[in-house]
């Protein structure tokens, strides 16, 4: 027969054990943020990503930038853009701020815009897993 005394520390440690679980996964999911852009056809769009992990080398760093989870728009492999892969529809319209690496900024311009850009990008930064969502709405001229 367990005594009171029993039961209240194994409450306890269950207690501790779904506080620490719970903050590990708070912290997660603040490193997905999700904003909201308006643009028109023709024109241009700047789509914000920036990493808050400021203690890691450039060349250490990679950001997939994809469209609607699926479509490559830009990569930034080791610090260097990669566009070996990108979709054809991207080519010649994604304008990146090398620059801006070095103090964690990955945002990209999107020129030409047509209703088909309308939709969901993500940026994926690894290896500090922080991911960037912009949802792009995208009205007549």
């Not at 700047?46 to 490559?72: A, F, G, Y």
Request: charged share 25%; proline share 3%; net charge negative.
């Amino acid at each position: 027969m367990y005594n009171i005394h029993e039961l209240y520390r194994g409450t306890l440690i269950i207690g501790c054990r779904f506080i620490c679980v719970f903050a590990v996964l708070i912290n997660k999911v603040s490193l997905q943020e999700t904003v909201h852009r308006e643009a028109v056809i023709g024109g241009s769009v700047l789509l914000p990503c920036s990493s808050t992990e400021h203690d890691q080398k450039l060349q250490d760093i990679d950001v997939s930038w994809r469209h609607n989870d699926s479509e490559i728009v830009y990569d930034i492999v080791k610090g260097e853009d990669f566009v070996v892969d990108q979709d054809p529809r991207y080519k010649n319209r994604v304008e990146t701020f090398p620059l801006e690496y070095e103090r964690g900024n990955f945002s990209i311009k999107l020129n030409n815009l047509n209703y088909t850009d309308a939709g969901e990008y993500s940026c994926l930064i690894t290896p500090s897993n922080e991911q960037k969502n912009v949802v792009l709405i995208i009205k007549g001229a």
